[in-house]
């Protein structure tokens, strides 16, 4: 089973609104990754989480904060977002970051900011 | 800075038809993947390529990593209109970069029926 799964699937949401984004895999991974991607655009890297401890910030505005509860969940807590921020948010996951090339996807949240 | 430079950017074919995908860079990569993504969803992993010359294949695709590993092609064989959809390759370097994918423009491919 290779399947990353995340909720919503698509969120409309006001600039002063705060809302969650969530993702969860069980294949026993201990990296994961959000992506941002605009249209026909590829993907974006934002954070990488490595063993539940933040590895990497592609100097992502602070108006984005992940968190990693446990192994198998990542989040993506969203507050007074502009509308440039709407885009396809992406989780991904791999066995370790160390050996990360192989990548496997969520279906994304499609958010959109008014 | 890596890039992958991917190729053609858009790509409108027949059913039937073959077609061919490039992604080059000038830089070493430890292993290259292969997505297909439809819209509104997430990247499909197709395959990933780690060792120089190798060549995999799935079905009516066949996937080329490069001698050097710079560089990846992607063939299909008589596409068909379920082959539709954004193809995109991403290169990976653990000495350089880890779990940091370098990902190309990405290929729009539509068969028509």
């Known amino acids: 089973d290779t399947e990353v799964t995340q909720t919503p699937k698509h969120l409309v949401m006001g600039m002063t609104n705060k809302k969650s984004l969530k993702c969860e895999q069980h294949?026993?991974?201990?990296?994961m990754y959000w992506y941002k991607q605009k249209a026909k655009k590829p993907p974006e890297l934002m954070f990488v989480y490595s063993y539940e401890k933040l590895s990497i910030n592609e100097s992502v505005p602070s108006r984005f904060s992940p968190e990693c509860p446990n192994s198998s969940l990542l989040n993506l807590h969203l507050h007074a977002l502009q509308p440039e921020d709407s885009a396809l948010y992406l989780c991904?996951?791999?066995?370790?970051?160390?050996?990360?090339?192989?990548?496997?996807f969520g279906p994304g949240t499609r958010l959109l900011v008014l | 800075t890596q890039l992958l430079e991917q190729s053609p950017q858009f790509l409108s074919i027949q059913e039937g038809e073959n077609l061919t995908v490039y992604c080059n860079s000038s830089s070493v990569f430890s292993s290259l993947q292969w997505y297909r993504q439809e819209p509104g969803e997430g990247p499909v992993l197709l395959v990933t390529?780690?060792?120089?010359?190798e060549v995999k294949k799935l079905k009516r695709l066949t996937f080329q990593f490069g001698d050097a590993r710079k560089d990846s092609s992607l063939h299909i064989t008589a596409a068909q209109p379920g082959d539709t959809g954004l193809y995109l390759c991403a290169g990976a370097d653990r000495e350089t970069s880890g779990s940091r994918l370098t990902f190309g423009e990405g290929t729009q491919l539509t068969v028509n029926p």
């Open positions: 390529v780690v060792t120089g010359g």
């Open positions: 294949m026993g991974h201990r990296a």
């Open positions: 991904a996951s791999s066995q370790d970051q160390v050996s990360g090339e192989t990548q496997y």
